[in-house]
């Protein structure tokens, strides 16, 4: 089966909804922040802090560990801002990599941001986190709408929810 990529901006669900997903289908849940902090031995904050570059260059490697999937199947929740990543995107385009697309508003996930622990991230770090916040939201749920074959409207779901709309967009199709 592969890969089932959650993707989403920031604070779309994507955790929650995988490993709700990851539950029903009895696969395997790998978060790809978790395995970044497990691989390198800092979270993705801090090696965004040594500079965005060496983020990238940590979460394709993180990713291209999963490549090919040695198990039948693996639901992976990807970070917000992997579609800023050219040499993820790439493996991305691997045989077995099924993506799903967590649709949230932009008032939501500022919600759920200012919500969370740690504080803001450090790509918010500007003169108006806000409206930098809102704009990468857009931008990036515009790239994960044109790459995801399933696109989920995440709203006001529970994450058990959100599993059960990926396994029944994905049946019909044979894909996913």
């Not at 089966?1 to 849940?29: N, V």
């Not at 639901?75 to 949230?104: M, Q, R, W, Y």
Request: net charge neutral; aromatic share 4%.
């Amino acid at each position: 089966m592969g890969i089932i990529l959650i993707t989403g901006p920031k604070h779309s669900g994507k955790t929650s909804a995988g490993r709700a997903l990851a539950a029903l289908m009895k696969s395997l849940f790998t978060d790809l922040d978790e395995l970044i902090a497990e691989k390198e031995g800092k979270s993705p904050r801090e090696l965004y802090r040594e500079g965005p570059e060496v983020f990238c260059r940590a979460e394709a490697a993180a990713l291209q560990s999963l490549l090919p999937p040695e198990k039948a199947c693996v639901i992976l929740a990807a970070g917000g801002g992997l579609c800023d990543n050219p040499a993820a995107l790439e493996l991305l385009k691997s045989p077995g990599v099924n993506i799903v697309f967590l649709e949230t508003s932009a008032e939501t996930a500022w919600k759920r941001i200012e919500e969370a622990a740690g504080g803001l991230p450090p790509f918010l770090d500007t003169g108006n986190p806000r409206e930098t916040h809102r704009l990468l939201h857009e931008r990036r749920s515009a790239a994960y709408r044109s790459l995801a074959k399933i696109h989920i409207r995440a709203e006001g779901k529970s994450p058990e929810q959100i599993a059960a709309e990926i396994c029944s967009a994905k049946a019909p199709a044979g894909k996913a």
